[in-house]
Each structure stands twice: as structure tokens, then as C-alpha cells.
């Protein structure tokens, strides 16, 4: 076994861990790179991109097929080649692979260590019993991975995570999503646009992270409408039947039915990559799931230690802190952690961007700051919204479903947040998480410019609500 001493280590490549190790470079300061698995983000691989090359092709077809409504007829059938769906959302998603690749390579390669890493105390680890890292601090990135309960392990090769649907050579005839999460909403709507048979099934009620129960109730109206989607599901057993998953539930109109599908597509929730790295030889606390506690601010890990005052050399960022696993997060988390792993023990807080998360389904999903149901614990909140079914553009294109709905503080008129299912939520969003890292008041907001006609007008309409109902003088 050889040793090695760096400033900075840096446990994973994914957005997080290049990230931090850029900022620790930054600071002046050595860096090691330790990766055990493939180069490449987890975005870039099997996430965010992929995803949306697939979602694409749902939009593309569904597009063809619901063209009747404006006078626009497809005459015959609409013809979808599976295999040259799939064929295109490898090959794009290699390139976007390729692009991170490329700027792995470009990190010098005394930078860049392979192996498994494992603690041996809070600075030094030990990867895969050749080498030995000390360090005068360490940042842990390791990610996440796909849960998969145990329950459903006899199903084999049949039920399956994200990662496995972007390497699919063909479109299966038929597949039973679990979780109407993020994954399961974005992945189960494309698949049903694209021909595939889709039951989607929920079990707490929860629905594309929305937390406000009256966009929930129009976002389910919406999918409901055009695919299968039970978010409070009583699923009676799940049972492997030859080369299929036979499921037997109660449907929505009450009644027991039995199907059988290709494939279960487990979309409930990615755990942590913090469970075989040793933390057990660290100073680090665990929560109850092995997840070191930390400052949300610093990213610094809590240490069990008292009689020290400069703090545990550790520090956690991206998907590894199970709280936000959105690569804009990762990347900010990153460059905090990697600028305080380099300067410790001198730390400090780092800046962070107001709160913004999407789904890219249809309608679109966006959340801006804490949510109405965080918000509504903490504060005293006026509330203003807008139905799209009656909003100009939004009937012209006949994207005409969902609800926005905006918070405000009733004495200040500070703009708060909001929740949208809708059209072009991903705009919407961005126009609103801007307005509340400036923390602009809803009459501000008012003042800027709004075109017509536009779907933003909506965003206006639901504004002037929340303005009629504010305490301010």
C-alpha cells in the first residue's frame, strides 16, 4: 500500500464532487479525486437529460396524434419505432456523457484516484486496500442510487429502476410505475404518449412534490385525463408470472382488476451513497438512515467530539445529503463545501439561491421557495392564484389545465413562493424564483413588464389576486 498526502479529497465525480474539487483548486489548495464507478454525472447519464430526450419524443408523437382539435388531421396512423426512440435517446445521451468526460479528462491525472473509498479516520481513508489518503480535509459526494424495496427483489429482471429504461434497445408493450414522483411522473407520462400501457401507482396521496393540495387536486385532474394515475393506490400483490408482473389492485371506479405487465418501473426515491464508506471510524453524527448531520450553510459535518473548537475536517454536498438532489443544487453545494474544505478550520456560510424545482411533464410542475406547506407552518400567508383553463394563450394552445398559486406576507407584500401545475411552468418558475431572491414585493412585481398574449399573463392575473388581499397601506 502506498500513501499519499493532499490538501483537499474529494469522494465522487458527479456535479457535486467536480464542483469541490474546482473551488478547493481555486482556493490554491490541493485536490484528489476518488471514484470507484464511471466517469459522468448522474444529470447526464441517467437523469435529467435522457429523461428529457425521452419526453421529447412523447411530445413529438403526442402532438401528432391530438392534432384534430385545431382543424390539423393525421390521416392514417401515427407510427412510432420504438427502437429508433430509444436509439436516439442513447446516442444524445452519450454525448452529453461525452461533454463531462471531456472535462474529467482535462483534470490532471495525479488528481484523479480509482477505487473504493472507505474512512479509517475523519481525514484519512483507505481505497480498496492500495492506497492511503490523509488529508487535511475531505468532502464527501458519493450521490445517490435508486431505492428498490426489498418486497419486489423476486421479480427479477422484470422490475427496474430510471437507470435501466435508457438502455432499453425497444419500447415495452406495457409498464407498472411505482411512486408519481418526479421520475415516475416525467418517465410514466412519456412512456404512455409513446404507446406504452401505464398504470401509474401511488401510495401517500403525494403527487410531483407539489404540497399545495389545490394545484395537487388540478395536476391530477389533468393526468388523469390522459393516463392512468392512482397517487393513493391499494395494491393487493405483485407476482412474477413467467416473462410478465401480474398486479392485482383496486381500480379507480372501486373495482378489484388483475393486469399483467412488461416491466415495474420502481420510482420511489433514491437513497444516499453513505452506507459503505466508513463513516462508523469518523467524528461524524448519523441520523437515523447513516446520513452525517450537518450545517445546511457551511455543509460542515456535525462531530461527536467536544473538546475541539475548529470543527470536523468533513463536509457533505450534492445528492449524498439527501435533501435536494437538483443539479443546480449540487453544483452551489459543491463549490460551498470544496471552498470550505480548503480553507478549514475557517468556514462560512455560503450563498444560496432562492428554491426552484421542475417537472417536466405535462402539465408542468414547478415549485418556487419553501412550498405553501412549509410556509404555511412558519408564517401568516396571503394567497393569490390563477386557473388555466379559462387563461388566453394558454386556450389558444390548448394547454389549458392546472393552477398557479403565489404566497405573499400580508403586511409587507414580500413575495413568499409558489406552486404551479401548468403551461410553460418552467418559465413561470424561473420569472419567480428571480423575484424572490431579489425579494420583491408583489407590487413590484406588478410594475414589470408583462407582453400579450402571453402565458405570463396568468402569473400577472394571479399577482393582482394576491395584491387585493394584502394589509399593506
Not at 481555486?26 to 479525486?33: D, F, P, V, Y
Not at 388523469?224 to 383496486?250: C, M, N, P, W
Not at 471510524?281 to 475541539?308: C, F, I, M, R
Not at 468556514?347 to 421557495?369: C, D, T, Y
Request: charged share 25%; net charge negative; proline share 4%.
Amino acid at each position: 500500500m502506498i500513501t499519499r498526502q493532499t490538501d483537499v479529497v474529494v469522494i465522487g465525480t458527479g456535479t457535486a464532487g467536480l464542483s469541490a474539487y474546482r473551488a478547493a483548486r481555486q482556493a490554491g489548495k490541493q485536490a484528489l479525486l476518488i471514484e470507484d464507478g464511471p466517469y459522468g454525472t448522474t444529470c447526464a447519464r441517467v437523469g435529467c437529460m435522457p429523461s428529457k430526450l425521452l419526453i421529447a419524443a412523447a411530445e413529438a408523437a403526442h402532438a401528432a396524434q391530438h392534432g384534430a382539435p385545431f382543424g390539423v388531421h393525421v390521416d392514417g396512423t401515427v407510427r412510432i419505432n420504438g427502437r429508433e426512440v430509444m436509439a436516439r435517446v442513447r446516442s444524445e445521451r452519450d454525448r452529453f456523457v461525452g461533454f463531462v468526460l471531456e472535462s474529467v479528462e482535462g483534470i490532471p491525472a495525479e488528481d484523479k484516484l480509482r477505487g473504493r473509498a472507505r474512512f479509517l479516520a475523519d481525514a484519512v481513508l483507505d481505497v480498496d486496500g492500495h492506497t492511503r489518503v490523509e488529508a487535511r480535509s475531505v468532502v464527501i459526494a458519493t450521490g445517490s442510487r435508486p431505492v428498490v424495496p426489498e418486497a419486489y427483489a423476486g421479480l427479477g429482471e422484470r422490475l427496474l429502476v430510471n437507470d435501466d429504461v435508457f438502455e432499453w434497445q425497444d419500447l415495452p408493450r406495457s409498464v407498472a410505475v411505482y411512486g408519481p414522483g418526479v421520475i415516475g411522473l416525467e418517465l410514466g407520462q412519456a412512456l404512455a404518449r409513446l404507446g406504452v400501457t401505464v398504470r401509474l401507482f401511488g401510495r401517500s396521496g403525494s403527487l410531483g412534490g407539489i404540497t399545495d393540495p389545490e394545484v395537487a387536486a388540478s395536476a391530477l385532474a389533468a393526468f388523469q385525463q390522459e393516463f392512468y394515475l392512482d397517487a393513493k393506490a391499494t395494491v393487493h400483490s405483485v407476482v412474477r408470472q413467467g416473462d410478465q408482473v401480474e398486479i392485482r389492485y383496486v381500480a379507480l371506479d372501486g373495482r378489484e382488476r388483475t393486469e399483467r405487465f412488461d416491466y415495474v418501473l420502481m420510482a420511489t426515491g433514491r437513497r444516499p451513497n453513505v452506507d459503505d464508506i466508513g463513516l462508523e471510524h469518523t467524528s461524524a453524527v448519523l441520523d437515523e438512515y447513516g446520513v452525517p448531520l450537518h450545517d445546511k450553510e457551511t455543509l460542515q459535518v456535525q462531530s461527536t467530539a467536544t473538546d475541539g473548537t475548529q470543527g470536523l475536517p468533513i463536509f457533505i454536498a450534492g445528492d449524498a445529503t439527501a435533501e435536494l438532489p437538483l443539479l443546480h443544487e449540487a453544483a452551489d453545494e459543491g463549490r460551498i463545501a470544496g471552498r470550505n474544505a480548503a480553507n478549514w478550520p475557517d468556514v462560512e456560510a455560503g450563498q444560496r439561491r432562492a428554491g426552484l424545482s421542475i417537472v417536466f411533464s405535462e402539465p408542468q410542475i414547478a415549485k418556487v421557495g419553501p412550498g405553501y406547506r412549509a410556509l404555511s407552518k412558519l408564517h401568516e400567508i396571503v394567497i393569490g392564484e390563477v386557473d388555466f383553463s379559462n387563461q388566453g394563450r394558454s386556450r389558444v394552445m390548448l394547454r389549458n389545465k392546472g393552477k398557479l398559486r403565489v404566497y405573499a406576507a400580508p403586511d409587507s407584500g414580500r413575495f413568499l413562493g409558489a406552486e404551479m401545475a401548468g403551461p410553460s411552468a418552467e418559465h413561470i418558475g424561473h420569472l419567480l424564483a428571480w423575484a424572490l431572491q431579489q425579494q420583491m414585493t408583489i407590487p413590484q412585481m406588478l410594475e414589470m413588464p408583462f407582453y400579450h398574449p402571453v402565458v405570463e399573463e396568468g402569473l400577472r392575473t394571479a399577482l393582482r389576486d394576491v395584491a387585493g388581499k394584502l394589509k399593506m397601506t
